[in-house]
């Protein structure tokens, strides 16, 4: 069964501090994974897109690494700010299908 | 342009009436997508556009009825809609076909209000 599963649910950070995100799944065969970032009643907005053949990759304070052996990507967010507060959307695409896998995100908030 | 557009922003109607979103994309995407979404959930797919035919439904009720008029727009006519269908709905395009970097796009989204 196809499945993205984050963690954690949630995470609340003081601003200035680094913080990684989890993401993990079974989508088969594999054709990339990308990271969003969506604040409250907007839509998801893409941080990061990789293939199966790329470790990391990175935008801005952002870098998403990939482990495609064990299934397994990271988000580090490097010295949050305010408007880093949002949830983390990891979402997975088979390949040669136009079906996209969401995980149910981890809701980020950057405290003062 | 990179940019996916939807209109209305926000719709309040009532369980009796009909009303219809619209989705725009000049990007010459050929996949095109309705998703809803819940309060702290992640978006759930409706259905999928590709070359401008359906070619995913996720059993969705027919008081939801999409149409795509060409390859730009989509619209997701609205009628006979229950309370629980309140959310937010997201549309998105993608190029389609197995690009490796088939990426999706989303709009800012319809936040639907159902009295």
């Known amino acids: 069964k196809n499945q993205v599963e984050q963690s954690p649910q949630s995470l609340i950070i003081l601003e200035g501090k680094n913080c990684t995100l989890q993401c993990n799944y079974t989508v088969s065969p594999f054709s990339n994974l990308r990271w969003y970032k969506q604040d409250t009643g907007r839509g998801p907005v893409s941080l990061t897109i990789m293939t199966f053949s790329e470790n990391t990759k990175s935008n801005g304070r952002y870098t998403a690494t990939l482990d495609a052996d064990t299934k397994q990507s990271s988000l580090h967010i490097t010295a949050s700010q305010l408007s880093d507060s949002a949830s983390y959307i990891c979402v997975v695409r088979p390949y040669n299908f136009n079906k996209f896998y969401f995980g149910s995100g981890t809701k980020l908030n950057v405290k003062p | 342009d990179t940019e996916v557009t939807q209109t209305p922003k926000h719709l309040v109607m009532g369980m009796t009436n009909k009303k219809s979103l619209k989705c725009e994309q000049h990007m010459g995407h050929r996949a095109m997508y309705w998703y809803k979404q819940k309060a702290k959930k992640p978006p759930e797919l409706m259905f999928v556009y590709s070359y401008e035919k359906l070619s995913i439904n996720e059993s969705v009720p027919s008081r939801f009825s999409p149409e795509c008029p060409n390859s730009s727009l989509l619209n997701l006519h609205l009628h006979a809609l229950q309370p629980e269908d309140s959310a937010l709905y997201l549309c998105?395009?993608?190029?389609?076909?197995?690009?490796?970097?088939?990426?999706?796009?989303f709009g800012p989204g319809t936040r639907l209000t159902v009295l």
């Open positions: 998105a395009s993608s190029q389609g076909g197995s690009a490796s970097y088939n990426e999706q796009f």
